[in-house]
């Protein structure tokens, strides 16, 4: 379920307001590792379940209208 929600991310992040969507990374970014030989991503695992599930409830929403 969160696969497909996070699917739809891309169509809705180009019309976010830019403050929204720092507020989506800061919910689901934790932490980033800068090294020489690249970099890792941290993700918040309750961070990726909240937004997948208002990712479906607004889908939800709009399929409903």
């Known amino acids: 379920d969160i696969v497909a929600a996070l699917a739809n991310l ?15 990374l800061h919910l689901l970014i934790e932490r980033i590792t800068v090294q020489p030989t690249g970099f890792t991503v941290a993700l918040r695992a309750e961070g990726l379940r909240s937004l997948a599930a208002d990712l479906q409830t607004n889908a939800t929403i709009g399929a409903a209208a």
């Open 10 to 24: 891309d169509i809705l992040w180009a019309e976010l307001f830019p403050a929204e969507q720092q507020r989506l």
